[in-house]
Nanobody, 123 residues
Framework: QVHLAESGGGLLQAGESLRLSCAVS????????MGWLRQAPGKEREFLAA????????YYAKSGKGRFAISRDSAKMTVYLQMDSLKPEDTAVYYC????????????????WGQGTQVTVSS
């Protein structure tokens, strides 16, 4: 069982940066891959990036390449998503998620989710 809680969302201007945090708790975290996904109004959920808890291996989906960076701090039990040069189209609810296994390139299989945090970017 894994529990996730996102924080750090807010209202920003285009071009600004923001770092989202995901507090993680649970057992056997070394078996898990952590991911960040987002969902904008009226759109499907979009996979951004993933990281293995144990080795810190990262993967970026097309939507997450270039301006986003995923990381984790095992001591702080936290996963981060650094977002730079934000655009209005980045406006969405951002979710932290976890799944058992190391297939970090797949958007599928996430079965633990946080409540989400809203990011709104104005032009």
């Amino acid at each position: 069982q894994v529990h996730l809680a996102e924080s750090g969302g807010g209202l920003l201007q285009a071009g600004e940066s923001l770092r989202l945090s995901c507090a993680v708790s649970g057992d056997r975290l070394s078996d898990y891959t952590m991911g960040w996904l987002r969902q904008a109004p009226g759109k499907e959920r979009e996979f951004l990036a993933a990281i293995t808890w144990s080795g810190g291996t990262t993967y970026y989906a097309k939507s997450g390449k270039g301006r986003f960076a995923i990381s984790r701090d095992s001591a702080k039990m936290t996963v981060y998503l650094q977002m730079d040069s934000l655009k209005p189209e980045d406006t969405a609810v951002y979710y932290c998620a976890a799944k058992v296994g190391m297939v970090i390139s797949s958007r599928n299989g996430y079965n633990y989710w946080g409540q989400g945090t809203q990011v709104t970017v104005s032009s």
